[in-house]
């Protein structure tokens, strides 16, 4: 009994505010039918990025956790700045995370005809009039802050003038900008998006599902809580920043020819330090070049980071580490890759591949001979499977493996010194060859046979490991390496610019790297880690079948792991 009560007590308190929500409500008799309906409802002006993530894991999730259903809704209320494009960007970047909207799928636009009626009846009921204010009178008459705002002088016009203008104004008959129909609410409430918001406005503007339809389109705060009353929204969950347009929320769905009325909840977005985090910039960087596309691997972008390598299972696992709360904060950059490598380690196939590379010749190896060594896909893995790894006379090891002169503390190859080749045998440094600039290009060695598979019979400690690759048997690949896109936290943060913080080396491309064969059995999607380079993804866009190209996802060093070490967590 008492521990069924302590497991209650503790399931509870591990709820975070919208589950609780939920669960009263559930408990209380106030959802219809008991079915928890929510809905991601993005704008198509631009790709989903990893703040929608957050989003679309609360939506899709609550609606899992409860049995109910999350509608994806696509608000496209913005003719000018849509695209199909991006409809279907956004639906395979929410499949892709894991989340179905079944046969719930809505657009904005198929309530037009319904929001020209709901407006037709606020005009007949005098609750809505048709206003000819230019732009600056407008903001004038709303007021500020601290002071209300005044009527505007359109706002006693005749019920029969109303119909008449905003029947005109659907006509085509007046230039954009010249009328608005309003909500004749509160001009001096102190809440400013209670002071007669704007309803409808002209906008001579082909939509991409309506076409040429229509020529007055309803605003946001009129559009987003009538549709979520049309399809009997329950809990219309968004970010923060809507909480102050929440008493309109309310107006509308009050509204007399409104049956239901879901609530709204806001929570915290989701910031990440070094990311933009908004579909306006990031379509700027896209329009400016500075990235090669909205699936640049370097954008923040859903696309981006799937892409760049990161899996759908990291980031909903990052998303759930997060948690929801009604503060908003920044999160540290660190914890999303520190997702991404827990995450990959486990499923990664270990793959060596020589970035920067460096010949070895083995002088005491027989040529023309070539032997296989069997390596581990996964050795974190309990039943991963094996591949065989070719071995020869000529090799390639990074550059840095080998220095000329040792600095003290090096224990990698340099002349005299024994190291051990991953799988193979222990080879031993003893002279190099440099061309006309003083590059080195050879390094030949000896490789004692008696250590094959590394280690020997008097058990001989070597203390530096190398990994390596045939030069024969080999195949170049490019490997693009990512950093952060931009240098500083908070981009802009100082200038006001975030252009003036780009990482001008947010893109390194080797175009020569070598790989073990076993990496022309990569696809497209699958998780790779190149030892000791980092987590890698074939680049299933740009490659080429003569030439492969491969994605850094992330490298191995993991500082968020190392900070909770060094904070005791
Ligand atoms: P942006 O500012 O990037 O254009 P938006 O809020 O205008 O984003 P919408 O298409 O309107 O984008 O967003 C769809 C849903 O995703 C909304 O409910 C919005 O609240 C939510 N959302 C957007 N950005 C974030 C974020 N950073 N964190 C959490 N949720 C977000
Ligand atoms: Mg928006």
Partial sequence: MEEKHEEEIKEKTSLNFLERIIEDDLANGRVPDNTIVTRFPPEPNGYLHIGHIKSICLNFGLAQKYGGRCHLRLDDTN??????????????????????????????????????EVALSLIKEGKAYVDSLSAEDMKMYRGTLTEPGKNSPD????????????????????????YILRAKIDMSSPNINLRDPALYRIKFATHPRTGDTWCIYPMYDFTHPISDAIEGITHSICTLEFEDHRPAYDWATSIDHIDHAPHQYEFARLNINY???????????????????WDDPRMPTISGIRRRGYSPESMRDFISRIGVAKVEGVVDYSLMEFCVREDLNKRAERLMVVLDPLKVIIDNYPE?????????????????????IPFGRELYIEREDFMEEPAKGYHRLYPGNEI???????????SIVKDENGTIVEVHCTYDPLSRGGTTPDERKVKGTSHWVSATEGVTIEARLYDKLFLTEYPGGATGNYLDDL??????????????P?????????????????????????????????????????????????MGM
């Avoid at 990311?275 to 596309?293: C, F, Q, Y």
């Avoid at 023309?368 to 065989?388: K, L």
């Avoid at 051990?420 to 003893?430: D, G, P, S």
């Fill in 79 to 116: 003719p000018e700045k849509e695209d199909m494009e991006y409809i279907d960007s956004i639906k395979e970047d929410i499949h892709w995370l894991g989340f179905d909207w079944g046969a719930y799928e809505y657009y904005a636009s198929d309530y037009y005809q319904q929001l020209y």
């Fill in 155 to 178: 706002r006693d016009r005749s019920i029969e003038e109303n119909l008449r203008l905003f029947d005109e104004m659907k006509q085509g008959k007046h230039p954009e900008g010249s």
């Fill in 275 to 293: 990311l933009l985090m908004s579909k306006r910039r990031l379509l700027n960087l896209v329009k400016l070049g500075i990235v090669t596309g």
């Fill in 368 to 388: 023309d001979t070539i032997e296989y060594f069997e390596a581990v896909n996964n050795p974190e893995s309990a039943d991963s499977e094996t591949h065989q």
């Fill in 420 to 430: 051990r080749l991953k799988y193979a045998y222990y080879i031993t440094a003893n």
């Fill in 503 to 516: 990482n001008p080396d947010s893109l390194v491309v080797v175009t020569d790297a070598k790989a073990e």
């Fill in 518 to 566: 076993e990496i022309l059995n990569a696809k497209a999607g699958d998780y790779l880690q190149f030892i000791r380079n980092g987590y890698f993804c074939v680049d299933n866009k740009e490659s080429k079948s003569d030439k492969l190209i491969f994605n850094r996802t992330v490298t191995l060093k993991d500082s968020w792991a190392k900070m909770k070490k060094k």
